[in-house]
C-alpha cells in the first residue's frame, strides 16, 4: 500500500493564479481531511469528507474548494492563490476505530509559495 | 483560544536524559491522540488514550490520559537522537462525540531537540 500520497511536492504560484493539490489514498478510508500548517498555528482543518460525495468546511475553509468524487481521491483548489496562502499544505485519511477514536494517517505535505 | 494546550513549546536536551510533555485542556475529550512529526514529513500516529487514567508504552514513551480526561502527558525515558521532532496532541471534545471526525482538534505541538 502506498498509503496518502500528494503531488505536487513543492509548487510556487503567483497571487491569482489558480491550482489544484492532489492527494490519494489506497486503504479505502472514509474520512478525508486538508489541514495547512503554519509556524506558530499549528495544522489547522481548511475541509474534509466522510464519504464520496459529501464534504464540509473546517476551520479556515476561504478561498479552497474541496470535491470527494470516489473514495480515493480528494483534491483541494486554490482559486485565486494569495500570499496568505503560502503554507505547508497536509492531506489525511482516516477511519472511525471505535465511537471514541479515529485513526489519521497523513501525506508528506505540499510546500507552497504564493508570490 | 486554543483548546488543547502544549507545552513546553520547545524542549531542548542531551541524549539520556529524561522529558514529558503535556497537552491539556479546560475541555473533556472523548480520546486523545498523539503525533510524531518529523521535518519535512507528515504526522505519525503513536497512540490514543481513550479511557480516563489510561497508561500506554510504546518502547521508551509512555502516555497517560488524565482522570478527568481533560489533559494527557507523554514522558521519554533516556532520549534519543531519533526522538527529536514535533510532538502534537490531537482529540475530539466530548461534545462532540459521535460527529463527524472533522472535528479533530490539534494542539500546536512541543518541538524536541534531543542532543548527542
Known amino acids: 500500500n502506498a498509503g496518502v500520497t500528494q503531488t505536487p511536492k513543492f509548487q510556487v504560484l503567483k497571487t491569482g493564479q489558480s491550482m489544484t493539490l492532489q492527494c490519494a489514498q489506497d486503504?479505502?478510508?472514509?474520512?478525508m481531511s486538508w489541514y495547512r500548517q503554519d509556524p506558530g498555528m499549528g495544522l489547522r482543518l481548511i475541509h474534509y469528507s466522510v464519504g464520496a460525495g459529501i464534504t464540509d468546511q473546517g476551520e479556515v475553509p476561504n478561498g479552497y474548494n474541496v470535491s470527494r468524487s470516489t473514495t480515493e481521491d480528494f483534491p483541494l483548489r486554490l482559486l485565486s492563490a494569495a500570499p496568505s496562502q503560502t503554507s505547508v499544505y497536509f492531506c489525511a485519511s482516516s477511519y472511525r476505530v471505535t465511537d471514541f477514536s479515529y485513526e489519521q494517517y497523513f501525506g508528506p505535505g505540499t510546500r507552497l509559495t504564493v508570490t | 483560544t486554543q483548546l488543547l494546550e502544549q507545552s513546553p513549546q520547545f524542549l531542548s536536551i542531551q541524549e539520556g536524559e529524561n522529558l514529558t510533555v503535556y497537552c491539556n485542556s479546560s475541555s473533556v475529550f472523548s480520546s486523545l491522540q498523539w503525533y510524531r512529526q518529523e521535518p519535512g514529513e507528515g504526522p505519525v500516529l503513536l497512540v490514543t488514550?481513550?479511557?480516563?487514567?489510561e497508561v500506554k508504552k510504546l518502547k521508551r514513551l509512555t502516555f497517560q490520559f488524565g482522570d478527568a480526561r481533560k489533559d494527557s502527558s507523554l514522558h521519554i525515558t533516556a532520549a534519543q537522537p531519533g526522538d527529536t521532532g514535533l510532538y502534537l496532541c490531537a482529540g475530539v471534545p466530548l461534545w462532540n462525540y459521535g460527529g463527524s471526525q472533522g472535528n479533530l482538534i490539534f494542539g500546536k505541538g512541543t518541538k524536541l531537540s534531543v542532543k548527542p
Open positions: 486503504m479505502n478510508h472514509e474520512y
Open positions: 488514550v481513550v479511557t480516563g487514567g
